[in-house]
Nanobody, 125 residues
């Protein structure tokens, strides 16, 4: 499948953004999809994941209570609602999909086989 991420931008501390990731080029109906982010000079890190069938969600501790991952009922788009943004959230956010993932690997980037291009989120103080 192909993944297309969008929705990034620049906001001030406390602001909100919603990222979208559109799935195309095939049917994705099992496994996990996730958001990862990479800040300048840092390694890529897990943000949130959603089990495509069933909708169970998982979050990094750093975003719990502020970010919400979801998907639409047609299972063609994944979202990341980001509230109460802080400068430490500044990064390039990428979406990823993995059909053969199990829950214990949901936060592991190498477990995902399909990646979209990143979208830049900048949070100023």
């Amino acid at each position: 499948v192909q993944l297309q991420a969008s929705g990034g931008g620049s906001v001030q501390t406390g602001g909100s953004l919603r990222l979208s990731c559109v799935v195309s080029g095939g049917t994705f109906n099992r496994g996990f999809m996730a958001w990862f982010r990479q800040a300048p000079g840092k390694e890529r890190e897990f943000v949130a994941a959603i089990k495509w069938s069933g909708g169970s969600t998982f979050y990094a501790d750093s975003v719990k209570g502020r970010f919400t991952i979801s998907r639409d009922n047609a299972k063609t788009t994944m979202y990341l609602q980001m509230n109460n943004l802080i400068p430490e959230d500044t990064a390039v956010y990428s979406c990823a999909a993995g059909r053969s993932l199990i829950q214990s690997s949901a936060a592991s980037a190498p477990a995902y086989t399909d990646w979209g291009q990143g979208t830049l989120v900048t949070v100023s103080s």
